[in-house]
């Protein structure tokens, strides 16, 4: 072994403290970075492999292409596959539960994974294929293949659903039961081609069209969104019926602006990670630059010395980082499944998913995350190293057993007295001195607080219970359960309704009734048409839903607009309106300004009247529904001579929402046409959609909040027992021994007052950016920002906490020995 390496090797164990601390950095570095890269490839990958084994695997599905326009679409050029489905009626079980009859081609069914548990798809024109499940609600729980079954069916026609006909089918095949994600049940029956052509006229079909890419223009999942809306909007197909299959897409497509931003985040990380292991290695370092003047002194060389001090950080960096691999390849799985076991929603592929992890069928561990962590881990070591290195080297042995780390200026600079000498003077002098230690910690220790504000802020923004609340505006929402077009069920379109409707001042009442009931509010709408305008593609006139507000809405309208401007007077005053994003995006000949006349229906009766369209955006469903314009609900009902309410929201008192429950259950119940929907219903799906990325954005941030900590430990801990014989003279000559804790709690808050000012400050700022793109960009539902007040507490509160725990601790150690003992001491 050569002279080199042994001296380093005696370095490393002569100095345990000290390198036990630079271990623990290292141990806790190469954890942070396996697991900041593990986790979040982790959760990507396994949420798309249940994407593919769930999702079908068309990129884009065309709704209402007409027979001339399918063959026009499936000739383009960028095509690779397609598939066509018709639906041709529905078969109602009762007023929520049907059956709906589809016709599949060969290529529908490739792109959305049919499959038969028993037989094979329908080929003749009376061959049908049904669940078991549909079946049994059918009346035909014991039926086999071959068997013949009678089914009523409406047929879908040019205006709507027609007349019930029971329809005779034989079974040739069972499809698997579907899972229901929604009170409704909702059955499908696969129908042969025959059959189609027979019941669907040419002129009258209106396919959805399923299309997948080639791979020469499908190169990443811009490219595909930006492809699939261009054909559609080369044939007629409106914006709104571009169904694109999102998670698929994602999950085996690249998106530029996912691995942009994981690539932003993951560099923070890294960042702030590597400044905090350089941080600890080069107060480490700095007291070890006198003992290298003594080797140099015996005769050492620099090139000698550079090996010693490198190699001595290797043996400890060789020791660590293996561990931190075993701690995060362990830590990786057990954060993973315990994840997943707290997900308590019952989404397919939140199931398909714990199976994927259960199986085995996506490795956690991928072999250059490891190869990457061992990297960045040594380069941080060796980066930490240059400066003792080059330190140690360039100046003469005598001065290096003088070195204490001091920061020396080129020009001399008289040292500054003071008449009155008191503990913020000691305080500030030490910190001075050792001006690039002080700023390496608060810069270092700073960037960690900065990515936790962010984070904090994007999970703040994300908040479920405000995205729950963009969908409905109280606790409860009961609103008409209407439907057009069904001969079968007259009574339920909107304008029958209105002549009758159940929502009335008596049901209002009996709402307001319900002990716990806070506030009960009406809202209108009104259906028409627009006749100079025509629904895209057909020569039909636009269809018209105007939806009421009220005036305490009015700000969130105000805040969502973002063309044009609207007041609450304007909205009342009965002749102007305001566009939703389904106007604004597929009806582009419609312009802010603009003045149309509105055909409205109101009961047996029609009228026309002159409204002028003063501004559009993009509402929530708590506020817009599914209207396509918005004016004010007195405004609304002044338009008719029937009662318009199609909803009412209800508020709950405090603590009471749970309690008026079974009772706005029970008024449900009372009549067929009711539909009720709470928000807690909403939350709980928003909740368990986050619930995974949040959990695993607060693990990383705890292991980095470990990393910072060991930081401002080793800092705190190697500056008061570097200074030992320091303080022991200054106690020798009359400080007690609680100046001195308030002295050393003095320079600890000055830390911990530049971390915080970084950290909340900067990250702040940086966090309200990040939630400006995600707004503007419509990412992860984020459209409110909320600070992340509780975080930011938290983080100055642990901070403080830290560092006077900290500061009382190793002063307790140090005054443990003797003043003469400290004296004495050689570091």
């Known amino acids: 072994m050569k002279m080199t390496s042994k001296v380093a090797l005696a370095n490393t164990k002569y100095h345990k403290g000290k390198n036990l601390l630079s271990g623990i950095a290292i141990i806790l570095t190469s954890v942070l970075v396996f697991l900041i890269t593990s986790i979040g490839l982790g959760v990507v990958n396994v949420q798309n492999a249940a994407v593919n084994k769930v999702y079908p695997t068309w990129h884009a599905m065309y709704r209402d292409v007409s027979e001339e326009n399918k063959g026009k679409i499936a000739q383009h050029e960028a095509i690779n596959e397609y598939g ?27 792109l959305v994974k049919q499959t038969f548990t028993e037989g094979h798809e329908p080929k003749k024109s009376n061959d049908a294929v049904l669940s078991r499940n549909a079946l049994k609600e059918l009346g035909y729980p014991a039926a086999k293949l071959g068997d013949t079954i009678k089914i009523p069916i409406q047929i879908y026609e040019e205006d709507g659903m ?22 409704r049940k909702i059955f499908s029956m696969l129908i042969s081609k025959d059959f189609m052509n027979e019941i669907i006229p040419k002129n009258q079909r209106n396919y959805r069209m399923m299309v997948r890419l080639k791979e020469e223009a499908a190169t990443s999942t811009d490219a595909i969104k930006d492809q699939v809306k261009e054909i559609g909007k080369n044939f007629d197909v409106i914006e709104s019926n571009v169904v694109e299959n999102s998670d698929y897409i994602f999950a ?182 050792n001006k690039k230690r002080t700023l390496i910690t608060i810069f270092s220790l700073g960037m960690t607080g ?41 009574d339920l379109e909107w304008t029958k309704i209105q002549q009758n409707n159940p929502l009335n001042a008596e049901m209002m009442n009996q709402l307001k009734a319900v002990k716990g009931v806070e506030k009960v509010e009406a809202f209108q709408s ?62 582009p000949g419609i312009k802010i300004g603009d003045t149309l006349t509105f055909r409205f229906f109101d009961g047996d009766r029609s009228f026309e009247k002159e409204m002028t369209v003063i501004a559009g955006g993009d509402f929530a469903e708590s506020i817009s529904g599914y209207d396509n314009f918005l004016m004010s609900n007195d405004a609304i009902k002044k338009l008719s001579k029937n009662n318009l309410t199609y909803y009412v929201n209800i508020k709950a008192a405090k603590g009471q929402a749970e309690a008026i429950q079974p009772a706005i259950e029970r008024i449900e119940e009372s009549n067929e ?77 000055v830390y911990a007052g530049g971390i915080l000012l970084l950290g909340v400050g900067i990250g702040s700022v940086l966090g309200y950016l990040v939630y400006l793109y995600a707004e503007s ?18 983080m100055i509160v642990l901070v403080i906490v830290v560092q006077l725990i900290l500061t009382y601790a190793t002063t307790t150690i140090v005054n443990k020995e003797t003043v003469i003992k400290r004296i004495q001491a050689s570091e």
């Open 84 to 110: 066509l489905r018709q639906d041709i009626g529905e078969s109602v079980l009762n007023e929520k539960d049907y059956i709906l009859i589809s016709y599949l081609d060969k290529g529908a069914q490739k």
């Open 162 to 183: 027609g007349l019930q006909q029971e329809m005779t089918f034989r079974l040739t095949g069972f499809s698997p039961d579907g899972k229901n994600q929604s009170e």
């Open 252 to 433: 085996n497509y690249v998106d530029p602006a996912f691995y942009s931003g994981m690539t932003i985040i993951v560099g923070i990380i890294l960042i702030a990670g590597a400044l905090t292991i350089y941080s600890i290695y080069y107060v480490s370092l700095i007291n070890k630059v006198q003992e290298f003047g003594k080797l140099a002194a015996l005769g050492a060389t620099k090139r000698q010395l550079r090996q010693i001090i490198l190699r001595e950080n290797l043996i400890v960096a060789g020791i660590s980082i293996p561990v931190g691999l075993l701690i995060g390849i362990v830590t990786v799985k057990l954060v993973f499944f315990r994840l997943m076991s707290s997900i308590q929603n019952d989404i397919a592929t939140t199931k398909v998913m714990r199976e994927v992890l259960e199986n085995g069928e996506v490795s956690l561990i991928i072999p250059w995350i490891i190869g990457m962590t061992v990297g960045v881990t040594l380069l941080t070591v060796v980066l930490a190293s240059l400066k003792p290195m080059r330190q140690a080297s360039k100046i003469m042995p005598v001065e290096a057993m003088r070195y204490t780390g001091q920061t020396k200026g080129k020009k001399k600079k008289l040292r500054k007295g003071f008449i009155n000498l008191d503990l913020r003077h000691l305080a500030n002098a030490n910190l001075s001195r």
């Open 450 to 490: 900065i990515l936790f504000v962010v984070i904090s802020t994007v999970f703040s923004c994300m908040n479920p219970q405000q995205i729950a609340r963009d969908s409905i505006a109280e606790d409860y929402r009961l609103n008409i359960a209407s439907k057009s077009g069904d001969k079968m069920r007259p």
């Open 526 to 587: 009104i259906t028409g048409e627009i006749p100079a305008i025509k629904e895209v593609g057909t020569d039909k006139p636009m269809g018209l839903s105007v939806g009421g507000i009220s005036k305490s809405q009015m700000d969130l309208i105000k805040r969502d607009i973002n063309e044009g401007s609207a007041t609450y007077d304007e909205l009342d005053s009965g002749d102007k309106v305001v566009a939703t994003s389904y106007v604004t995006t597929n009806y």
């Open 673 to 749: 046409l009711f539909n009720l929907k709470s928000y807690e219903e909403f939350l709980e799906q928003w909740e368990g959609a986050l619930q995974m990325m949040t959990g695993a954005g607060y693990a990383i941030m705890l292991i980095l909040a470990i990393v910072g900590i060991m930081n401002l430990t080793n800092t705190t801990i190697d500056s008061i027992l570097s200074r030992k014989k320091e303080l022991g003279v200054m106690q020798a000559i009359g400080m007690s021994n609680r100046q001195m804790k308030r002295m050393l709690q003095t320079e600890g808050l």
């Open 777 to 794: 960009h419509a990412l992860m539902q984020i459209k409110i920002y909320q600070y992340p007040l509780l975080q930011v507490l938290l």
